[in-house]
């Protein structure tokens, strides 16, 4: 499974971005999906997390500011950002998160660089 992230970039505060990420090498869409993200000097965070049934669950410091969204293949998760605030700033990794083999297995793209200025 591979992941490609992007969209990412430079943005004022109150600006908005989006990033979609394209998942290739998975079979069927029975598989969770998700955005972490990675701040300097600070532990990986999940964002926003959506599941094979379309569920989404978001962090309290993104709620009505950001939205996932999925494909119906399960082949690609996008993040909408809005409203953007300067502790945005941060590197964003998508995830795929799949029961296989009577585990869960986890995939991870590069990230891509989101950088809010005031």
């Known amino acids: 499974v591979q992941l490609q992230a992007s969209g990412g970039g430079l943005v004022q505060a109150g600006g908005s971005l989006r990033l979609s990420c394209a998942a290739s090498g998975i079979i069927g869409s029975s598989h969770n999906m998700g955005w972490f993200r990675q701040a300097s000097g600070k532990q990986r965070e999940m964002v926003a997390y959506?599941?094979?049934?379309?569920?989404?669950t978001y962090a309290n410091s993104v709620k009505g500011r950001f939205t996932i969204s999925r494909d119906s293949a399960g082949s690609t998760v996008s993040l909408e950002m809005n409203s953007l605030k300067l502790e945005d700033t941060a590197r964003y990794y998508c995830q795929v998160h799949r029961w296989s083999g009577g585990s869960w297995h986890e995939y991870w793209g590069q990230g891509t660089q989101v950088t809010v200025s005031s």
């Open positions: 959506i599941t094979s049934g379309g569920g989404s």
